[in-house]
T-cell receptor, first 113, second 115 residues
Framework: KQEVTQIPAALSVPEGENLVLNCSFT??????LQWFRQDPGKGLTSLLL?????REQTSGRLNASLDKSSGRSTLYIAASQPGDSATYLC????????????FGKGTKLSVKP | GAGVSQSPSNKVTEKGKDVELRCDPI?????LYWYRQSLGQGLEFLIY????????KSGLPSDRFSAERTGGSVSTLTIQRTQQEDSAVYLC?????????????FGPGTRLTVL
C-alpha cells in the first residue's frame, strides 16, 4: 500500500528560526512530489513541485529536497515568520492511469512572534 | 486568472438527504479531481476526470457517491442518502493534465455537515 507519512505532526518555533519538515513515502516509484500549505478553513496552496528526476526545488525562503531511493522529502523553511503558521502537506503522485495525489496528514506549524 | 471555485462553501444537511457539490476548474485544465478531508484524517482521493475519458472512480467510498463532469468543465459531486460519516471538507482540484509536470490547483472546498 502506498503511504505518505509526515513528522512531526505539529511543530512550534520562535520567529526567525530555520526549520525542517519531513515527509516519507513507502513506494519510491513516484512521478513527482508536491508540498502544499493549508490555512485554517481554506483550500490548499501549492508551494513546490519536485519531479522524480530532480533533487530539489527552491522558492524564496522555501527549499524542498527529494531522495527517491530512501523515500524521503524535506521542506526547509528559512528565517520563519508568524505568517508561515499553517499546516504543511506533502503529496506524492504515482502517475499511471491515475493522476491523484496521495497525501500525508500534514505538519501543523506555529511560528511564535 | 480565476482559480478553482467551489460552491457552496458550507452545506448543512439532515441525514438521509441528497446533496450536490459544484466545482468550476481553471479554464483550459483538462484534469479534475475530487478529494475529501475528514476531521483527523488526511486528504482522501475520490474521483479523477481526464478530458473526455471515463472517470477513475476508484476512490469513491460507496455507491452513494457519484460525480459527473459536463462539457469537460464544471463538475458536480453528488452524495445520496447522506450519513453523518460523510461530514468532511470536499476539495476539488484541477491541472493541465500532462501528469508529470502538473501542479494541482485546489479550490477553497465545501464544508459538509450532516446532522
Amino acid at each position: 500500500k502506498q503511504e505518505v507519512t509526515q513528522i512531526p505532526a505539529a511543530l512550534s518555533v520562535p520567529e526567525g528560526e530555520n526549520l525542517v519538515l519531513n515527509c516519507s513515502f513507502t513506494d519510491s516509484a513516484i512521478y513527482n512530489l508536491q508540498w502544499f500549505r493549508q490555512d485554517p478553513g481554506k483550500g490548499l496552496t501549492s508551494l513546490l513541485l519536485i519531479q522524480s528526476s530532480q533533487r530539489e526545488q527552491t522558492s524564496g525562503r522555501l527549499n524542498a529536497s527529494l531522495d527517491k531511493s530512501s523515500g524521503r522529502s524535506t521542506l526547509y523553511i528559512a528565517a520563519s515568520q508568524p505568517g508561515d503558521s499553517a499546516t504543511y502537506l506533502c503529496a506524492v503522485n504515482y502517475g499511471g492511469s491515475q493522476g491523484n495525489l496521495i497525501f500525508g496528514k500534514g505538519t501543523k506549524l506555529s511560528v511564535k512572534p | 486568472g480565476a482559480g478553482v471555485s467551489q460552491s457552496p462553501s458550507n452545506k448543512v444537511t439532515e441525514k438521509g438527504k441528497d446533496v450536490e457539490l459544484r466545482c468550476d476548474p481553471i479554464s483550459g485544465h483538462t484534469a479534475l479531481y475530487w478529494y475529501r478531508q475528514s476531521l483527523g484524517q488526511g486528504l482522501e482521493f475520490l474521483i479523477y476526470f481526464q478530458g473526455n475519458s471515463a472517470p477513475d472512480k476508484s476512490g469513491l467510498p460507496s455507491d452513494r457517491f457519484s460525480a459527473e463532469r459536463t462539457g469537460g468543465s464544471v463538475s458536480t459531486l453528488t452524495i445520496q442518502r447522506t450519513q453523518q460519516e460523510d461530514s468532511a471538507v470536499y476539495l476539488c482540484a484541477s491541472s493541465l493534465g500532462q501528469q508529470s509536470t502538473d501542479t494541482q490547483y485546489f479550490g477553497p472546498g465545501t464544508r459538509l455537515t450532516v446532522l
